[in-house]
């Protein structure tokens, strides 16, 4: 699988445009789905055009959290392309123009090797995806209790890499298993994980592409 990251706090590839927010590109099983859009749509498009990624090519967007940070760029992109399938949690409404709307509660398979923790303690909801190392997770904020968002994602298999925003996290000993660890927007201690498990660390930043 792949991950590209669109919008985030920090910049990763010169000439793209860093923001308050999260955004990421994951293609994996023959699915290209957008996952979380980040504040601002123009400069979710702008990053993705300097990208050369076309809207049109997306299949699926999957929005974690209905904080600003997360949905400000939807409907801009929904202008554009609306002939995508929206995944989001069950709390959230006021999504328009999609061809369909999808509202997550529970864990759920939404395809072949691609799972949704379901929305967890009522506010978010992470991606997983099987690949042949394992279960790669993506993470909006990460506003529940990380030992359930691993918890949740663990039943669909062992857990590999972690990619997003893990808020206040600091209970480091639950990530002594993964293998690949990117943190991005909003992670408070981005130094401490680094440090603590440097072989496992990846730098985030707009434009990051992670082959997993």
Same mark, same amino acid.
């Given at each position: 699988?792949?991950?590209? &990251?669109?919008?985030?706090?920090?910049?990763?590839?010169?000439?793209?445009? %860093?923001?308050?927010? @999260?955004?990421?590109?994951?293609?994996?099983?023959?699915?290209?789905?957008?996952?979380?859009? *980040?504040?601002?749509?123009?400069?979710?498009?702008?990053?993705?055009?300097?990208?050369?990624?076309?809207?049109?090519?997306?299949?699926? =967007?999957?929005?974690?959290?209905?904080? @600003?940070?997360?949905?400000?760029?939807?409907?801009?992109?929904?202008?554009?392309?609306?002939?995508?399938?929206?995944? =989001? %949690?069950? !709390?959230?409404?006021?999504?328009?123009?999609?061809?369909?709307?999808?509202?997550?509660?529970?864990?759920?398979?939404?395809?072949?090797?691609?799972? !949704?923790?379901?929305?967890?303690?009522? &506010?978010?909801?992470?991606?997983?995806?099987?690949?042949?190392?394992?279960?790669?997770?993506? =993470?909006?904020?990460?506003?529940?209790?990380?030992?359930?968002?691993?918890?949740?994602?663990?039943? @669909? *298999?062992?857990?590999?890499?972690?990619?997003? /925003?893990?808020? /206040? @996290?600091?209970?480091?000993?639950?990530?002594?298993? &993964?293998?690949?660890?990117?943190?991005?927007?909003?992670?408070?201690?981005?130094?401490?994980?680094?440090?603590?498990?440097?072989?496992?660390?990846?730098? *985030?930043? =707009?434009?990051?592409?992670?082959?997993?």
């Amino acid at each position: 699988m792949k991950i590209t &990251i669109l919008y985030d706090n920090t910049v990763f590839q010169k000439g793209l445009k %860093p923001d308050w927010g @999260f955004s990421c590109l994951v293609e994996a099983n023959n699915r290209t789905i957008l996952f979380d859009t *980040g504040s601002d749509g123009d400069i979710l498009l702008r990053n993705m055009r300097k990208l050369n990624i076309l809207p049109s090519s997306i299949d699926d =967007v999957f929005i974690s959290h209905a904080h @600003f940070d997360h949905i400000g760029g939807l409907s801009a992109f929904l202008n554009i392309n609306s002939q995508v399938n929206v995944f =989001v %949690p069950v !709390s959230f409404r006021g999504v328009r123009k999609a061809k369909k709307v999808v509202y997550i509660d529970k864990p759920a398979k939404l395809y072949e090797h691609i799972f !949704s923790t379901g929305e967890l303690e009522n &506010i978010e909801q992470s991606m997983a995806v099987m690949t042949d190392k394992g279960l790669v997770l993506v =993470v909006g904020c990460s506003h529940p209790e990380m030992k359930n968002i691993l918890g949740a994602a663990s039943q @669909f *298999g062992k857990i590999y890499a972690i990619v997003g /925003g893990l808020h /206040g @996290f600091c209970i480091y000993e639950l990530f002594k298993d &993964i293998e690949v660890i990117c943190p991005t927007h909003c992670t408070r201690h981005i130094p401490e994980l680094k440090a603590l498990y440097p072989e496992k660390y990846i730098e *985030g930043g =707009v434009g990051k592409i992670i082959n997993l």
